[in-house]
C-alpha cells in the first residue's frame, strides 16, 4: 500500500514508517517544516507539506494514498491547552474521514487506555466510560471508530501509557526519571502496588502496520505488552540506575513530590488486557519488558528528561 502517516517524524510515527517500509509499503508522510521534509526524505519517504490543523493538507495526503495512519497525536506531557489539542486533533480526524468515507480504505488512528477503568482490567470490548483523564481525546476515538458504518475500515491502536524504548524523551518514564534526578529519590505511592501497562515502541508500530493491513472496521485494538507493571518496582528500577533510595509518598506527599501532569496518574492502578488484540491480530510482542529496558540503561543517556 501507499500509506498517508501523520506525525511520521515522532517518536511512534518514525518506528510505524520503519515498520511498514521493511514490510514492502511505500509511505507517504506529512511534514510541516523542512527540518522534518528532510529527514523523512533521507529516510526513503515521499513527502506530503501541510500540517494537522490544515484539513486541506490532510484531506490532499488521504485521496493521494491507500490508506491512513494517525499517530500526529499531542503528547500529554506538552503544556498547551489539553482541551484546544482534543478539538484540534478531532478536526483533524474528521477531515481525513471525510476523504475516505465510502473508499473502503484502511485509517488507524491513536488513543490510549489511560485512566478508563480505574482499578479494573480494560479489555478491547469493555464499553467506553468517559471521566476525567478520558473524555477529551475520547471523541477522537469514537469519530474515527464509527467511519466502520460509512465505509472506512478504521481501527484505533489504544497505547499504553508508558510506551518505552530507545529515543522515548518526553513519555512518562524519561519524565519520572528527571524528577527522581531532580529530587534525588525515586517515588511511588503507598505500597507501589498500583499498575501500570506497557508497551515497546517497536511492538507497537508492528500493530499499527497489522491494522492497516487487516483490522476490521471499526475495531479497537490495544498495543499493551504488559498488562500491568506495579509502580513500585518502575521506581525501584529508576532508583537502581540512578543511585538513590527508593522511597514510599503519602499521596499529599506525592501531590508535592510530582511535578505537573504525573501528580494524578502516578498513584492510577490502570491494568488493561491484550488478549483479544494478540488473539485477533496475530500480534506477538517480542521486545524487551519494561523495567529490563530501563535496567539496559539508554535512558539515562541524552534522552532522559530534565523537570
Known sequence: MRVFVTGATGYIGSAVVRELLEAGH????LARSDAAADTLTRSGVDVHRGD????????????????????????????????????????????????????????????GVLGRTPGHLLTEDTPANPNLVTALRLPVELSVLALGERGVRSSSVRLAPTVHGRGDARGFISTLIGVARTTGVSAFVGDGSNRWPSVHRLDAATLYRLALESAPAGTPLHAVAEEGVPFRD??????????????????????????GFLAPLVALDNPVSSALTQQRMGWRPTQPALVPDIEEGHYFGEFSAEV
Open 26 to 29: 511505500q509511505v507517504l508522510g
Open 52 to 111: 494537522i490543523d490544515d484539513g486541506d493538507s490532510l484531506r490532499a495526503g488521504a485521496a493521494a494514498a491507500d490508506g491512513v495512519i494517525y499517530t500526529a497525536n499531542q503528547h500529554i506531557t506538552e503544556t498547551t491547552d489539553s482541551a484546544a489539542r482534543a478539538k484540534a486533533e478531532l478536526t483533524a480526524v474528521e477531515a481525513i474521514g471525510a476523504e475516505l468515507t465510502g473508499t473502503g480504505k484502511p485509517f488507524v488512528v491513536t488513543s
Open 234 to 259: 518502575i521506581a525501584q528500577a529508576i532508583g537502581r540506575q540512578l543511585k538513590v533510595p527508593t522511597v514510599s509518598l503519602t499521596p499529599e506527599e506525592a501531590g508535592r513530590h510530582f511535578v
